[in-house]
């Protein structure tokens, strides 16, 4: 059974920082080489959005505009793990923040996958940015 499981939500500071993981079980580190994996958020009453994702096989990454700059992806693959580093917090970064799992068709980055199209979610940590 895959399941993804993330952590490291909080209660931060704006211009603070956060590390949010995800932990993949129920693929070999192997099998998950063939996987995109996404970080998405969702704030009440917007829609889920990605943030970044990432090629398990390569590492090569993708950032939603917002994010450039100040948010970094990264993967451990002998650990099924993947991290979201994220400082200079704003405002408009409060939301529950899910990583996702996607097969990705040959050709395709993970970035031209949508929600609805991931195949695997995890349950959400909530990132909160208040003074």
């Known amino acids: 059974q895959v399941q993804l499981v993330e952590s490291g939500g909080g209660l931060v500071q704006p211009g603070g920082s956060l590390r949010l993981s995800c932990v993949v079980s129920?693929?070999?580190?192997?099998?998950?080489?063939?996987?995109?994996i996404g970080w998405f958020r969702q704030a009440p009453g917007k829609e889920r959005e990605r943030v970044s994702c990432?090629?398990?096989?390569?590492?090569?990454?993708y950032y939603r505009g917002s994010a450039t700059g100040r948010f970094t992806i990264s993967r451990d693959s002998g650990k099924n793990t993947v991290y979201l580093q994220m400082n200079s917090l704003e405002p408009e970064d409060p939301a529950v923040y899910y990583c996702a799992a996607v097969l990705p068709h040959e050709g395709y980055y993970c970035y031209e996958y949508g929600p609805s199209a991931m195949n695997y979610w995890g349950q959400g940590t909530l990132v909160t940015v208040s003074s």
């Open positions: 990432i090629n398990m096989r390569d590492g090569s990454p």
């Open positions: 129920g693929f070999t580190s192997d099998h998950l080489l063939y996987y995109s």
